[in-house]
């Protein structure tokens, strides 16, 4: 992935999300993705898909049942 691809999905999530503690991993891994971040805590996995001339990107995140907090009255 581009750095120029990286620097514009950065953005994109910091805006959508609304915190600027969201940031992409400083080098591509050799799959073509990148790491995201949040605070410094890793939270997932930005991949690059190129089908038919059209680009999309896909974020994985993967969540620990045991991080999950309780919830009052369930």
């Given at each position: 992935m581009k750095q120029s691809e990286m620097a514009r999905l950065q953005k994109y999530l910091r805006d959508k999300f609304g915190t600027?503690?969201?940031?992409?991993?400083?080098?591509?891994?050799?799959?073509?993705?990148?790491?995201?971040t949040l605070g410094g805590e890793f939270?997932?996995?930005?991949?690059?898909d190129e089908e038919d001339g059209?680009?999309?990107?896909?974020?994985?995140m993967?969540?620990?049942?045991?991080?999950?907090?309780?919830?009052a009255g369930l």
């Open positions: 600027e503690r969201i940031v992409l991993g400083p080098k591509p891994r050799n799959d073509g993705s990148v790491e995201v939270i997932g996995t930005i991949y690059r059209e680009v999309s990107y896909a974020l994985t993967a969540i620990l049942e045991i991080d999950l907090p309780a919830v």
